[in-house]
């Protein structure tokens, strides 16, 4: 289940590019506007693509798992700092101050906004409800966080990683906030986008550093070399993730159990190229959406949000059955994916738009700061301007963050329904162990009030003595061999 959702949610993003023109008239756009030329466009995937494919195969060839941790560590600290670098440099013409009270006067500080519009994508209730739902899903069910907490010993040794990882990516975040107030101040009297400098939002960054790189040489080098990390720690890690999870779903079980580790390893290893491959092939989809992280955050939440739900379901509720479980799955993905499919439609056609917190041009030429101040209005966008009237478009307007936690409350709400309309499961006959303490507490009363039920449940003597003979016998024919 968690195989297919994962497959879905990679090859969906390729899918909403296609939908405002289709393939044939994406291939001639590609064809004309010169995309397909091929060394001008791979120049840039290779250059992360192949490096990230070598380190990983020779991580795995040489110190497996462990190299990987190793030298993640490594990469995590040069991203953190080619993140916070360029941040500090830009604050030595202005300070601090100077740059808080710009993007105070911006609108660029509401660190608390109660309202209850769910088209808002920084509200107070986006934040809390649907981004939490998603780290959630990122920090306990993840496949590449799983992989890294189960090559650890013990319980208390995978709680202190995932606390070392809770605290680094509060770091991350709290840096690339940083960055973004930085930016802000930087070209808040002359926005880069509005002058023509610039094309799309992810250019900002680029076009900070080339400006940058004026006052401070090599700071493109060292912001480049943090890149290169991120990618390698990253990618590589979700690569490798994939690749197990593909092998043992799909290719383990028709291979002979006579099938030595060896032979598993290459065939890891090839799995690990073509995903590779295919990640690389993607971009050629993503260079033509105009709004990537609208995109990429909305198909992430679909299955990240009915993965929650599924678990959540199987660990709270003891009465669930298959059959729930996959109803509640398969309507929960039907509701996100209308949803998503929706809004790229109605954003592609102009029937829906966002309006973002207000630019201005009105300081270009100029180096003073104060002046900046002064040009700065805070207008705020009328939201009734933004949506279209019509009742069934205006689900579309919901913000792409509360995905998640639509995805895992409909996946909860109907498996339960469904649970107890096709039939109750038995929970005397369960394992309390895999349900969450509250749950086995309530399995725990019941076994009390029900001495029968418990008897039933608990092994017969015989059968132990029996399990534990074999288990002797296969040990000491392991030590003789």
Known sequence: MTTFLALAGTALPSGLALIPMGFKKMWEIASHGGRLVLYDHLTSIT?????VEIYLRGTHAVGGLRAIVAIGIMTTFLALAGTALPSGLALIPMGFKKMWEIASHGGRLVLYDPDPELAHHTSFFAVTLALSTNWLWKIALSQSTLQKLLAVPTISQARICLSISCVGVILMKLLSCFLGLALYAWYAGCDPLLTGQIKKHEQLVPHFLNNLSLMFPGICGIFIISIFSATTGCIASLINSISGVLFEEFIRPWMPQSTNEIACCKIMKCLCVLVGIYCGSVVWFAKELDRLQHVASGVTGVTAGTLLGLFTLGIVFSRANCSGALSGCLLSLILCGWLLIGAENALATGALTFQGKPLATSGCGKANYTHVLANITTVVPNPANQFPKKPLQSLFRISFTYCPFAGA??????????????????SDSMNPDVFCPLTQSILHKSMIRSPTASLEARPNTQEVYVALDEALKHLKEVIDR
Do not use: F
């Not at 250059?47 to 490096?51: A, E, H, I, K």
């Not at 409350?409 to 038995?426: D, H, N, P, Q, W």
């Open 47 to 51: 250059l992360l693509g192949v490096p």
């Open 409 to 426: 409350v409909s996946v909860i709400l109907i498996g339960v329904l469904m649970s107890y309309l096709t039939g109750k499961s038995k």
